[in-house]
């Protein structure tokens, strides 16, 4: 019998026998994020974290459309009065009038706003940038990586005034700089996950499958790199939120009458003597997110270690 | 021998390492994994290579797939040469030849289903192909290896390591290769394992009529698939020889060493046998001996072996073997 006959029976019995298999039901196999989520269900810590975020996601998005006052007019009849359900201001007005609660909501959107989107600029830019450097290796991880060191050299405050000074205040610039600024740290995560991935017999066994470099990189490296970039995407958003409120708080931030959540704890610490609840809702909420983003980023690092499978 | 499908000759593979780095120079030593290796492989038989850990085998598997690059010699598959081939040519290659890997667990990716793992090669080699056509292939393959093709949703870290390697081998046969090189296939499983994974592996073979490259550093799984064995040390050939006479009369003195160190399931018979244990530690790959690589370690050394390397000679009956005293002590080597 020749090779191609016993070929052609092979395949005919394939058929058969995949014919029969379709019969019985596929068994749907348990992946590691399935895994994963499991696991983050049962920390509790995490769990509190993910409702918390949720519920201020939820009310700095709907908040303001239930709210009769507008974060820039002020309320002639009730300037810096405390909390109060008779005059409407729930949680109280500035030393201007205007009513805090739609402040803390508007300045809400800003800040989660400014870490959301630093965050994905600074991923989507170090995630290339550090897998590319690490599984190509040699003198050109060599030159990626040393160009990375000279713009980790910029003073970042530096950075931030002279962009303002040519650009002007604007509130993407601040995107822009913390996401110029943080990608650089994911991208020497990302290549240093790389470079221990890229010796894995997997990635020999792509290339005896006929994988090119690209294909290697987007469907091997990149999907085992996820574990490791959630949960530092998960630390970034705080920290680039502290970051911006940092700024406002100089003063280079968002400007008025905008604000963010760092501008109002600014403003509220001036007046902390003679209207602390312009100090305390902000800082409530800015807490509590910080809080709710570390405890979700614990949790996801426990979920997807390795070692606990 | 039938026309040979692989024709290696003179292959060598060297490695740089670092030895020193000061600010303005690199010092550089080299380490001659696989030293002017030379055999041919006939359609449908199976080559055993056996040797020490760190003697070339998986290099040689490598530089034979293109995954690293010879220093010199040429690589003849169905008469064309390999050496010196770019990465998309050899890419093209490997649709006809397959590795099967060591590591059953290593070598899979673990965010892949074993549907797509199994599937991967026949995307890459036949983009033309639907998802219905590979699917069918995939199960078809997995039934064929062993596996329920109900599976095939499931990830490698739910299988077993014999299971593991199944899906290895499926991988590597799904895209009809002509030959395999199997590094080490069974020495990360159990020995019940390894017994099935060695006899299915035969079984495919026989059926697909394909050639294998089988290494391990075990003598008796060796015998058992082999036609043919491979002898490697350091780098460099030792013996070829049919895997019949190589286990009753061995060539040359490593090979009689080696096959000596199989331990015998029997305590008394292992007890009765009369053992000459190969003494001495394995010379540094970066400073080999001179003339006979193995001269430092052999029972039979005398100073003509550190003169010159010996060449690999053919003798009438066939067997290949580096070893210029080899007419002198044949006596003594049988078994």
Redesign the interface.
Known sequence: MT?RA??TE??E???D??EQ?MD?????????YVDAWHRLKRNKAAVAGVAILLFIIILVTFGPMLNPWDHEIPDWDNYSTPPSLETGHVMGTDALGRDLFERVMVGGRISLLVGIIATLVSLFIGVAYGAVAGYLGGRVDNWMMRAVDAIYALPFMFFVILLMVVFGRNIFLIFVAIGAVNWLDMARIVRGQTLSLKN???I?????????EW?IISR?II??L?GVVVVYVSLTIPQVILVESFLSFLGLGVQEPLTSWGALVNEGAQELETAPWSLLFPATFLAATLFAFNFLGDGLRDALDPRD? | MRAPILKVEDLSVHFRIDAGEGLFRHDYQTIKAVDRVSFELAPAETLGVVGESGCGKSTLARAILGLVAPAGGRIAWLGDNLVGKTEDEMREKRRQLQLIFQDPYGSLDPRMTVGQIVGEPLKNFFPSMSKMQVRERVSGMLKMVGLAPEQINRYPHEFSGGQCQRIGIARALVVNPRLVVCDEPVSALDVSIQAQIVNLLKELQKKLQLSLIFIAHDLSVVRHVSDRVLVMYMGKVMEINDSERIYRNPAHPYTRALIESVPIPDPKLERERARRALGGELPSPTHPPSGCVFRTRCPFAQDKCAAAEPPLEELEDGTRVACVRYAEIKGELEL
């Open positions: 090779a016993a070929e092979a395949t019995r394939q058929l026998i995949f298999a019985k039901r596929t068994v749907k196999g348990r992946s590691l894995k017999d997997f020999e066994a792509a290339r005896v499958s006929g994988a090119t294909h091997h999907p085992n996820l499978r």
